[in-house]
């Protein structure tokens, strides 16, 4: 006998999404039988404003792509630029990057954290992770001026040097964050109920992952060792001692103990960066950004954000702005046809906690 | 060039089987393959199955209003040698029509969705061809270059008008420090450029 | 016809009292879960304003007879149970209603409330409420098995079904039921767990999974009502227990400690577990506090 | 002694003293700014000092706070969003983009001034405003409540047609229930 099916509308307007997207629900009881992901309620049509705007004026705009980790978009288009022109960056400039993109990783998992544990039940953690994120927020309100949106990166270099004493405040806040991991452990990672909510939920094939297009922790979650910081090493990470944790399981535990353990990665980098770090110029001359024409050329640039990996697709026509910049984030796929997909069969308890372990941003869907 | 073996081996065995296309070894780790449009299905059939090329990374879409083309771009990765493939064709845009390869990737599904969306492009034999991001769109589809965006703003939504005494930030800021502004600095939008 | 006036004062005040301790119970939790979480917290008259704000919201949707009436009942079940128990042990005034078998009565009424919640959200239409209804109920019968076997195991070794009797058995803190049956106190401490609606038990009204689960479609005087009820209905639930194991209270400040030593049980676990699915938590009860329970009413019938 | 005047005043002041003390946010977020509520709900700033609070659903909420740009999709959603809340009823817009389109002033997507389509109360500028100016925002809103100037519920109600042509204007496809608070 099958049970009666009812149409379960999740979001937009629903505390347990991700954002502002709407899942649409076919449960029989409690049992997903199908899902539908609609998105497009973020649309704000980037791609074409871009094409509106300078290639300089873009940045701006990429780093509002993904709100809680900005970044890697700009990294992305700034090296987009740089590949297509052939555009040398200074030494100094690429470790500074990599502190950024390193510092904001955390700032990530920090917002994950709270997330995950947030969706089943644990309000503790939120109120400290989201608490705790704010340091590195600071860290970056010091070194660019903004909380959240930095404009930092861009073609050429970073926009300005490290202010005094910052390289002694951050390796202050990287000390705390060590001494809170084990907290953590303790109110999340080691409880034994969010075990119990975890293991054998939400279960990516390892089998399939790579054709899904899963990328990221969840398919270093499948006990895939795939990272684009050490497959395409970009800026300075060939240089930097690290090493890519796989676990395997591909369940919703797994994928948080992949985020859990490149956290401890992300401080030692950072620790490393800053102890590397040379001197020098943090950017070379460039020209007047509103007179700043590209060369004709494409280029695929990709990023390990933490969400997975963010590719830009850019082309330019030689003109002052850009032809096309195409943007995949992780969430693309995350997001539709593998949320789709890994939704069948679960709980709608479950339905939040695996949305959040596969980092679904809306943002990055629709741009 | 010690460096570059692994992409040669790759263009080599492409431009072997497919004996038209245009190979080129752009950078480490990226192979850009130009192709004719009834190409790309068996390229990529083959890419995926023989070449073990099976990460879809994206399908793009370019719109070169002067030449009256479209062009799509597949990207492949492979996951053993991490490089990276660019599938590049043509298609005509009067009427855009292409194959669509949901069969081989599912997440191709998503972005053939889009690109019906935003381009126009009919993917014959994607099933949900279904409305993604906008919503009750009327009109040309907006991502191509000859829609305006400034215009149907403007037309569209009630633009707020600025404050009568508000001052140019960039006039007020040279006019303190005694600089002057580059020509091409006084308009801000560069949009008649 | 002669008047008992100092029952009479009992019956207008208990239900005053018992909704003030409520609120400013709720305001403490409030500040304590802050506290823990690191921040300053809401001031312990919270509760109190968001009571009064929902009251005095000028519109409230109703869809239908049933969803006016779930409040009422939710509130009614409270105050009725309220009347039942004796809050303050040998006092005239808070004698109120209590009877012989007053807790078998206790038993029927304590899940009136939540079937009368269920009808009213049930009307509502909204899906999240259907759902939260379903999963508070079956969360329901999960605790209610233990909490019973607790209440039987204690009823056959003091042969008694009167809350008044249990009182009068535990007249020094040594004879206290928590000391003399300590097996039906962790069953009904571990139901009591659920009861309060606390995490890890609070499926039903998951924010994340079903919005707020049965009162989704509630707002303004209907929201503010339930909330009424509620604060009443805690207050129930800790003069209960307090009443059956710790020996009941003679005077208000007895009363207070005991009760707010007993809530912060709940609390304090709820503030460091995420919650468990309903078919977890049924599981949870049917396994220890279960066997616990006829552990206890073994141990009794055994000791004769 | 008690004329009905004073009595109906000291109900006033218990009222709008509770509703100024408890703000129920409904936890919709509707754009890039929803990235700040959660420092601002968290221990670093903890909004719930003043008594604000998320609501999970619109039926129990006070405060919709529009977070950033709208676009056309998330306007007709938050259009039912808000005609589904009880009055007494605020309206935040946060963010550059809900006064002027901010620097999304030329898309096609998202609406440029958000007060044509919903009573805005208060309006907190910048791109993002920080948790502060979040806070300093739900403050002013206080003060307008124990004023008795944050009318925006029964502005929309009086200004219905109004409201209701411009967002039929942006809206292609109105097929909404009416409105039935």
């Known amino acids: 006998m099958r049970e009666k099916e009812t149409t379960l509308y999740l979001g937009p307007q629903h505390p347990g999404i991700t954002g502002n997207m709407m899942v649409k629900l076919k449960v029989a009881g409690d049992t997903v039988v199908k899902a539908e992901t609609h998105v497009g309620y973020l649309h704000r049509a980037f791609e074409k404003l871009m094409e509106q705007r300078t290639w300089m004026q873009s940045f701006p705009i990429v780093c509002r792509i993904c709100v809680p980790e900005p970044d890697p978009n700009e990294e992305n288009l700034a090296r987009a630029v740089e590949e297509i022109e052939g555009r040398e960056v200074p030494e100094r400039a690429k470790y500074i990057r990599v502190m950024a993109l390193e510092l904001s990783r955390l700032a990530a998992y920090m917002l994950w954290m709270g997330g995950q544990s947030g969706g089943l039940g644990l309000y503790t953690a939120p109120q400290w992770s989201v608490g705790d994120r704010d340091y590195i927020l600071d860290l970056f309100e010091e070194l660019t001026g903004g909380r959240i949106y930095h404009m930092y990166i861009w073609a050429g270099g970073v926009r300005r040097d490290l202010p005094d004493g910052f390289k002694e405040r951050v390796l202050k806040t990287m000390d705390y964050f060590e001494s809170r991991l084990p907290e953590y452990d303790k109110l999340i990672f080691d409880n034994a109920i969010f075990k119990k909510r975890t293991i054998g939920i939400g279960v990516i094939d390892k089998e399939k992952a790579l054709e899904w297009g899963v990328v990221g922790p969840p398919l270093r979650g499948c006990g895939i060792k795939h990272d684009v910081r050490i497959d395409e090493p970009y800026e300075i990470y060939d240089k930097l001692e690290f090493e890519v944790p796989t676990v395997e399981g591909g369940d919703i535990y797994a994928r948080a103990m992949v985020r859990r353990r490149e956290m401890e990665q992300s401080i030692s980098m950072i620790r490393q960066v800053l102890d590397k770090m040379p001197g020098g110029p943090v950017y070379n001359k460039v020209p007047n950004p509103l007179n700043w024409y590209v060369p004709k050329g494409d280029a695929y640039v990709k990023t390990e954000s933490a969400r997975g990996e963010f590719g830009y697709y850019a082309v330019s026509d030689g003109s002052l702005k850009p032809r096309r910049v195409h943007v995949r984030g992780p969430a693309y796929v995350h997001g539709v046809s593998l949320l789709e997909r890994i939704l069948v069969g679960a709980n709608i308890s479950d339905v939040s906690p695996i949305m959040n372990s596969l980092g679904v941003c809306p943002p990055e869907i629709e741009r | ?193 | 016809m002669e008047i008992n006036w100092s029952s009479v004062i009992g019956i207008v005040a208990t239900p005053v009292i018992a909704f003030i301790v409520g609120v400013l119970y709720g305001g403490a939790v409030r500040k304590i879960t802050a506290r823990v979480q690191n921040r300053y917290g809401p001031p312990i008259t919270q509760n109190l304003f968001d009571i009064i704000k929902l009251y005095s919201k000028k519109t409230a949707i109703q869809h239908g007879v049933m969803q006016h009436l779930g409040p009422v009942f939710a509130i009614t079940a409270s105050v009725t149970s309220l009347y039942f128990i004796p809050v303050i042990k040998d006092s005239p005034y808070f004698q109120n209603f209590s009877f012989n078998g007053d807790l078998i009565f206790l038993l029927y009424m304590m899940v009136f409330g939540s079937l009368g919640m269920a009808l009213g959200a049930g009307q509502t239409g909204n899906p999240n409420s259907a759902i939260g209804v379903s999963r508070g109920l079956s969360q329901m019968v999960g605790y209610e098995i233990p909490f019973v076997l607790a209440l039987v195991a204690i009823m056959i070794q003091f042969k008694t079904t009167s809350l008044n009797e249990l009182l009068a058995v535990q007249d020094h803190f040594t004879n206290w039921i928590i000391f003399q049956s300590p097996l039906a106190f962790v069953a009904g401490i571990l139901a009591f767990l659920g009861m309060m609606h606390y995490a890890p038990f609070d499926v039903v009204i998951a924010p994340a999974e079903i919005a707020s689960g049965p009162p989704s479609e509630f707002g303004g005087k209907y929201l503010g009502l339930m909330m009424t009820s509620g604060s009443i209905f805690a207050f129930v639930k800790l003069v209960l227990f307090v009443d059956i194991f710790l020996g009941g209270a003679s005077d208000f400040i007895t009363l207070i400690i005991k009760t707010f030593l007993l809530y912060m049980i709940p609390v304090l676990t709820g503030i460091v577990s995420p919650r468990f699915r309903t078919e977890q938590s049924i599981l949870f009860f049917w396994k220890w506090p279960t066997f616990i329970g006829i552990l206890a009413i073994i141990v009794v019938v055994l000791n004769g | 002694m008690y004329n009905d005047k004073d009595a109906k005043k000291i109900v006033d002041i218990i009222q709008s003293y509770a509703r100024k003390h408890s703000l129920w946010v409904v936890a919709y977020g509707t754009g890039c700014g929803a990235i700040e509520i959660p420092p601002t709900m968290t221990s670093r700033y903890d909004a719930e000092r003043f008594g604000i609070r998320g609501s999970a659903t619109p039926r129990q909420a006070d405060v919709l706070l529009i977070t950033g740009y709208l676009a056309v999709k998330t306007l007709k959603r938050v259009i039912r969003t808000y005609e589904q809340m009880q009055a007494p009823k605020f309206v935040m817009g946060f963010g550059s983009c809900t006064i002027n389109g901010g620097m999304y002033w030329d898309s096609y997507n998202t609406i440029n001034a958000l007060d044509r389509y919903l009573p805005v109360d208060v309006f907190i500028n910048g791109c993002m405003p920080r948790p502060e100016a979040v806070i300093s925002g739900f403050i002013k809103l206080q003060q307008l409540i124990s004023e008795g100037k944050a009318e925006g519920a029964e502005k929309y109600l009086k200004n219905l047609e109004w409201y209701r042509e411009n967002q039929n204007k942006v809206i292609p496809n109105w097929n909404m229930p009416d409105y039935n608070w």
């Open chain 2, 1 to 193: 060039m010690e460096e570059l073996k692994i992409e040669k081996e790759i263009a080599e065995e492409i431009s072997k089987t497919f004996h038209s296309a245009e190979v080129t070894v752009k950078r480490e780790k990226r192979v850009v393959v130009k192709l004719r449009d009834d190409l790309i299905t068996p390229f990529l059939s083959y890419a995926k199955n023989n070449m073990n090329f099976i990460h879809l990374a994206h399908i793009s879409c370019v719109d070169w209003l002067e030449d009256n083309k479209f062009e799509l771009i597949y990207s492949l990765l492979n996951y053993d040698n991490k490089v990276m493939i660019l599938a590049k064709t043509y298609i005509d845009r009067e009427n855009p029509e292409f194959v669509s390869h949901t069969n081989y990737w599912d997440q191709a599904e998503t972005y053939e969705r889009e690109m019906r969306e935003m381009y126009g492009i009919n993917f014959k034999g994607n099933k949900r061809l279904t409305e993604f991001i906008l919503e009750d769109w009327q009109g040309i589809p907006p991502m191509r270059r000859d829609f305006d965006t400034v215009k149907f703003s403007q037309d569209t939504f009630y633009n707020r008008p600025g404050r009568e005494n508000a001052q140019d930030v960039r006039t007020t800021v040279t006019k303190k420090s005694g600089e002057e502004i580059p020509e091409i600095g006084k308009d801000y939008t560069v949009r008649n450029l």
